[in-house]
């Protein structure tokens, strides 16, 4: 009895871990930076489901490798000509020990923020929210702030969660509008968090002055996603269909290839890969409820603004091609400066505009692509957050104040210059 206690009491410890952690799935994997030639070999790996690409950008570096995975993708890697380091050697530990650390500098902060059900007046910016504390944010914004606020459900997750779009309303009858989506990829953690700081700045805050412009904002598109990154894995990515249809036990849909443009390109179709775009179009009921509120909204929409991170890059159109340029370019480029230089003047963190489609990376299904072809946006942009790959989708939440004040200050001179 007493010799069987202590295995006892660690199944029962693992057991408890395994249902709350977000980092025991990550056991065994590993972070490589790649080096040597340039090559679309890793896209075709992400494509695969050998590999997930970390850093989408044109600064293509870091790659998230499973265990079972690592000696297949050495081999081909190393076939190519591509060099690798390895940055992080167990995934799990790795995470475990930066939520630890987390959690010991907000114990010794004695932060007083609260967010309950019955009172939760800001969002947090000193731990990253989860979506329950969402939803009471924006219903007490709702609350206090009607009519110049109206937030509306316009659908509903695979796992039955709301997806929120929040309504900022101009005083002007003919105002054009600004959409703002976040959290559509679930580990990008910061990407929600900023919309949020955005929708305190533009309801509550100084942002009162740009009541010329209609605002809505989508803060959490993917909120089975983005829980999953608590519960499951703190590396997930997709939504959270289950892939049964396709006879293959590997959950989720990247939202951000399923948008129906240019749909397939630089995606992949088999479930297992992090960029599977989905049996079909509009596929998921995330994108169809984003989509569908969109098209209401044509006509006077005049810009999409789209969070993720990182590698802290403004994109503009086309991210399906570079053999193509989107027609207002020299406008877009123009514009985006105006929003790095504002960004910039905050805490001189630089952030380039660039175009989405860069170096040997595609991506198509996207909501920017889509906005900017098939709606009356004639600005669309991608925000990559922060940081430039030092922690990554793991970013700490003491980044959330200062992206936040950047952020506005950037946007801010977006709406100056497009008004
Ligand atoms: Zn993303």
Not at 85 to 110: F, K, M, P, Q
Not at 176 to 201: N, Y
Not at 229 to 250: I, P, V
């Amino acid at each position: 009895m007493h010799k069987m206690l202590p295995l006892l009491l660690t199944t029962l410890l693992a057991c408890y871990r395994q249902t709350e952690g977000s980092y025991q799935y990550l056991a065994g994997h590993q972070i490589w930076k790649l080096g040597g030639k340039e090559s679309a070999l890793p896209g075709q790996l992400m494509a695969d489901g050998l590999l997930d690409i970390l850093d989408h950008s044109r600064k293509l570096q870091q790659v998230r490798v499973a265990p079972h995975h690592i000696d297949r993708v050495s081999e081909l890697l190393q076939k190519d000509g591509i060099s690798y380091e390895i940055l992080v050697d167990d995934l799990a530990s790795h995470v475990e020990g930066i939520e630890n650390s987390e959690r010991r500098r907000r114990d010794v902060s004695g932060n007083h923020q609260t967010c309950t059900e019955s009172h939760c007046p800001e969002p947090l910016t000193d731990v990253y929210m989860r979506f329950d504390q969402m939803e009471w944010y924006l219903k007490q914004l709702n609350e206090t702030h009607y009519p110049n606020v109206s937030l509306s459900s316009i659908g509903k997750s695979h796992e039955n969660r709301d997806i929120w779009l929040l309504h900022i309303k101009s005083n002007k009858p003919d105002a054009r509008a600004i959409w703002i989506e976040g959290g559509i990829h679930a580990r990008e953690r910061i990407s929600p968090a900023v919309a949020f700081g955005l929708i305190s700045k533009l309801a509550t805050g100084d942002g009162a002055k740009y009541n010329d412009f209609d605002f809505f904002l989508a803060p959490m598109a993917n909120p089975d996603g983005y829980e999953y990154t608590f519960t499951g894995d703190r590396m997930w990515r997709k939504n959270r269909r289950a892939n049964s249809h396709q006879r293959s036990n590997c959950y989720g849909v990247d939202l951000n290839r399923n948008w129906d443009f240019k749909f397939g390109v630089g995606a992949s179709n088999y479930p297992c890969s992090e960029v599977y775009m989905g049996p079909s179009p509009f596929s998921e009921p995330e994108t169809k409820a984003l989509k569908d509120a969109m098209l209401e909204r044509n006509g006077s929409l005049l810009m999409l603004f789209s969070l993720h991170s990182y590698g802290q890059d403004l994109l503009y159109p086309w991210g399906w091609t570079s053999q193509e340029e989107a027609e207002n370019k020299d406008e877009l480029v123009r514009v985006g400066q105006a929003f790095a230089e504002g960004a910039r003047e905050i805490h001189n963190h630089d952030y380039d505009v660039v175009n989405s489609a860069g170096g040997l990376y595609y991506a198509s299904g996207a909501t920017d692509d889509w906005a900017y072809s098939e709606t009356s946006a004639r600005y669309a942009y991608t925000l990559e957050l922060r940081d430039k790959g030092e922690r990554g989708f793991l970013l700490t939440s003491e980044a959330i104040k200062p992206s936040i004040e950047e952020v506005w200050n950037g946007f801010q001179k977006i709406l100056q210059n497009i008004g």
